[in-house]
């Protein structure tokens, strides 16, 4: 009952909506570190599939990360591997179709079983979540909540996360989007003697990020090529310091299949 709403693109690995459907969703993501960071500048390139089962009307199974990544960190060796697996579930537990709105609580749980060559593993991790959709006609809102909870907090960072997304359907099929992300370090870990996070691609376990920020901005739109086939692109850029942390600027691209 929610197919005029258009997901989000951005931070796809932690930025839920509250919809429950079976789906797969193909990700690539290009991501570029700033040249004054800990990292010295150079890319990351992400390639990424992720499964959605709505087991009943409300509940349904997410499996957000996988995929392969390749690293080109001017700080570190040139080198590629493996991400990290996380899955969960989620249950809507608040429907109302005539007023187009949605709420949905969710938790999932990410191995540790990435390659640390691309800086994944090191740390399991348990992300609890909150999502809510609302539309009026041809503008929607979509937002989420999610608290990265390490289960070593030596190994890894606690880091509290948001995004906010906004679209219009300018035309049938069509919708331009905004989307705002942020994320918050609450305390610092011991693994690892930087002063930049993992963002939202890893848990690095930092020593030195307790009370920074990130926030960045992404500009973007989703094309349905079909009712069940849809193409997003974002292009994110920081609106915070980006010597400070990991994002640079980032392209996403999305192509989802959903029934």
């Not at 010295?40 to 599939?49: E, Q, S």
Request: proline share 5%; glycine share 10%.
């Amino acid at each position: 009952g929610f197919e005029q709403f258009y997901n989000p693109v951005g931070n796809p690995l932690y930025f839920e909506t509250p919809f429950n459907n079976t789906s797969v969703r193909f990700l690539y993501l290009h991501h570029d570190f700033d040249s004054k960071s800990q990292l010295a500048g150079g890319d990351l390139n992400v390639y990424a599939v992720q499964a959605r089962v709505a087991l009943t009307e409300r509940l349904g199974f997410i499996a957000t990360k996988d995929g392969y990544s390749d690293l080109n960190a001017k700080a570190l060796p040139k080198d590629e591997g493996w991400n990290d697996i996380a899955a969960g579930l989620k249950y809507a537990f608040y429907v109302d179709r005539e007023s187009d709105f949605v709420a949905t609580l969710g938790a999932r749980y990410q191995l540790g079983n990435g390659d640390a060559k691309v800086l994944q593993g090191g740390v399991q991790e348990l992300s609890p979540f909150v999502s809510i959709a609302k539309g009026w006609d041809k503008f929607h809102l979509i937002g989420d909540l999610t608290d990265r909870l390490p289960l070593d907090n030596d190994k890894g960072n606690n880091v509290l996360q948001w995004d906010l997304h906004a679209d219009y359907e300018v035309c049938p099929g069509v919708a331009p989007m905004l989307e705002l992300h942020g994320l918050h370090y609450l305390d610092d870990g011991n693994r690892t003697p930087l002063a930049v996070g993992g963002a939202d691609y890893s848990n690095l376990g930092s020593q030195f990020v307790s009370g920074s920020t990130v926030m960045w901005l992404g500009v973007g739109a989703r094309f349905k090529l079909t009712p069940q086939l849809s193409l997003g692109a974002t292009y994110e850029f920081p609106l915070t310091n980006p010597k400070a942390d990991i994002f640079g600027d980032r392209v996403t691209v999305d192509l989802e299949l959903t029934w």
